[in-house]
């Protein structure tokens, strides 16, 4: 390591400055997430609309970070990190991982997968450093192994990962499957045969539809896709690139990449050892909201709609934090429906002659891998959005959001502030002013969840 986080936030004259502030002190690969995932197969706006006509196939074997932790006190470390309830937490299970910091806020979530007694492996962003610095630097048995992304990553990766989702995708899979389809319960992964390869197979996806995610080892990784491309032939199936896959946070109603909440002085030791070339380092804030601490920026675990995986039968970090919001929340998640009208607007101006507004690119308009945008009722500030895209089949624009609760309830009508206040640091914004778009309250996820519901006994 050559240098810290904590080294290079000393040439800035305060976190918000370097976080709004495209530094070259990281590779810029640990944001080209999807470098190895072409942007279309065909064309982003039909391989969204697979997700609820057919089936699509979307290969994350790319763009997360595994991070491997075994030994006998694997478990104890995500216990005492993970805001999670861990009863009964067995072999073939899945969760999803909530870390925070000391005061409560999010440091990040991820998938975690207990592999056997003592193996585990977390996938995802913001709480991969987070666990490894604890594992490395706490009173743990455990060794890690990490499996990087591909922006950052020389070679192919170790474990290939395939998403199958949509009205056909079950039956899809049952036709490339060797063997009947299992009865897996949601959230759980079982060994499966595909071309006569063994993989597994987890009951999940990114997006409400039934499917499940395959994942195994890369030498089997073409063999796989292959089946699974020759069973859908007859089911419209449909490769998904990286850009239709980003509009599927919305379908999830997940806040992909909030702000990590390290930049604290309880957080300053994870921060020296952090090195500044890391995805950390890398990330800058964008968006309407204009803080005066960065923790303007961060979000708590019920902002983000973790709150329903938070169980205080254990002793971890943030727990006091959590405990005295718990009754009395800051933030609820929600959906919100852009206005038709006012998106029409934003984008046709492009071709008026007027005083630009900020470009608003489909099928994802941010301009920064963490956006947070102003959302105001009545003249005031009362959330913030997030997370902002274009979904094709929908023909509309939505955003998350974290909101007071006391305007979360449906048909709510808010504004969102689009574009930035003044000269930005970020060279991708161009000078532009700033816009209000309606939106309405909706519930989040904004779309039924027919993973749990779909028949998956069906023959």
């Known amino acids: 390591m050559t240098q810290s986080l904590q080294d290079v936030l000393r040439e800035y004259e305060s976190p918000l400055e370097f976080l709004q502030t495209v530094g070259p002190h990281a590779d810029s690969g640990h944001l080209r997430l999807f470098e190895d995932v072409p942007p279309e197969f065909t064309n982003w706006r039909e391989e969204q609309s697979a997700w609820v006509d057919s089936c699509a196939v979307s290969d994350l074997s790319h763009h997360m970070t595994d991070l491997r932790v075994e030994g006998p006190d694997a478990l104890d470390l995500f216990e005492d990190f993970g805001a999670n309830d861990f009863e009964g937490f067995q072999r073939g299970e899945a969760k999803q991982f909530v870390a925070c910091n000391p005061n409560g806020y999010l440091i990040g979530d991820g998938i975690l997968f207990r592999l056997a007694e003592n193996a585990f492996n977390l996938v995802g962003y913001g709480p991969i450093n987070w666990i490894q610095y604890n594992a490395e630097t706490g009173d743990y048995d455990v060794t890690t192994t ?32 060797d063997e009947p389809l299992p009865d897996i319960s949601f959230f759980n992964f079982e060994p499966v045969s595909v071309a006569g390869c063994e993989v597994n197979a987890l009951r999940h996806g990114m997006i409400n539809e039934p499917g499940f995610e395959l994942f195994g080892p ?166 913030v959005a997030n997370n902002t895209r274009y979904l094709y089949f929908e023909r509309r624009m939505f955003s998350l959001c974290s909101i007071d609760p006391a305007y979360s309830d449906p048909g709510t009508e808010v504004t969102i502030v689009w574009g930035e206040s003044g000269e930005s640091r970020n060279p991708r914004v161009e000078p532009h002013s700033q816009t209000e778009i309606r939106a309405t309250v909706g519930p989040a996820p904004y779309f039924e969840d027919k993973r749990k519901t779909a028949d998956y006994s069906a023959v």
């Open 146 to 177: 990490r499996n990087e992304h591909s922006g950052v990553r020389d070679g192919d990766p170790r474990d290939f990962r395939y998403q199958v989702q949509g009205p056909s995708a079950l039956a899809v899979i049952r036709r490339a499957l």
């Open 218 to 383: 890369w030498e089997h990784a073409d063999a796989v896709l292959g089946a699974l491309m020759d069973a859908g032939e007859d089911h419209g199936i449909t490769r998904v690139g990286r850009k239709a896959y980003a509009g599927g946070v919305i379908p999830a109603a997940w806040m992909s990449v909030p702000l990590p909440a390290i930049f604290g002085d309880e957080m300053r030791a994870y921060r020296e050892w952090l090195d500044a070339d890391s995805f950390e380092g890398a990330l800058t804030v964008a968006g309407s909201v204009e803080p005066t601490d960065v923790t303007e920026h961060y979000l708590t675990p019920f902002g983000a709609g973790h709150d329903r995986f938070i169980e205080f039968d254990h002793e971890f970090v943030g727990r006091d934090a959590l405990e005295a919001q718990a009754d009395d929340p800051p933030g609820t998640k929600v959906t919100l429906v852009w206005n038709r009208a006012d998106t029409n607007a934003l984008v046709g101006h492009l071709f008026e002659d007027a005083e630009p507004k900020r470009y608003t690119n489909l099928p994802v308009p941010e301009w920064s891998l963490t956006q947070n945008d102003r959302v105001r009722k009545d003249g005031e500030d009362v959330g």
